[in-house]
């Protein structure tokens, strides 16, 4: 709670003599949280084929369902992605950035 707060920084040299492997910590927290996300819009997003599978030979007074389904799965897909992208900025190993930056496809329309 001290490390890098302005009204600390008469500290700053103390804090950073006593904490050196914080950036380390934090590139690998980021790293983490970044993983999840990403994980989590890659499995989700094999969905859609399932769901058009529905859509196509499912019962048609089930229409509004699948559509409701289809937002939900859509939403999910954007929010994980979208997590990846916020925590993705701030990481500072580059072949981590591009490596997960590959094409990865993050199927968002069916």
């Known amino acids: 709670m001290t490390y890098g ?4 920084e008469n500290l700053d ?9 914080r950036e380390a910590a934090m590139q690998e ?10 994980a989590l819009a890659e499995k ?3 969905l859609w084929s399932s769901l058009q599978q529905m859509v196509l ?5 089930c229409k509004s ?3 409701v389904a289809a937002k939900a799965l859509e939403t999910a897909v954007y929010g994980a992605y ?3 992208l916020i925590n993705l900025k701030d990481i500072s190993d580059e072949a ?10 993050f199927k968002l329309f069916i």
């Open 5 to 8: 707060k302005r009204q600390f």
């Open 13 to 21: 040299g103390v804090m950073r003599r006593l904490i050196p492997e």
């Open 29 to 38: 927290g980021l790293k983490q949280a970044v993983g999840v996300p990403l």
């Open 44 to 46: 989700i997003s094999v």
């Open 57 to 61: 030979y499912g019962n048609i007074g």
């Open 65 to 67: 369902d699948a559509q």
């Open 82 to 84: 979208y997590n990846v």
């Open 96 to 105: 981590f950035k591009v490596a997960v930056s590959q094409p990865v496809t």
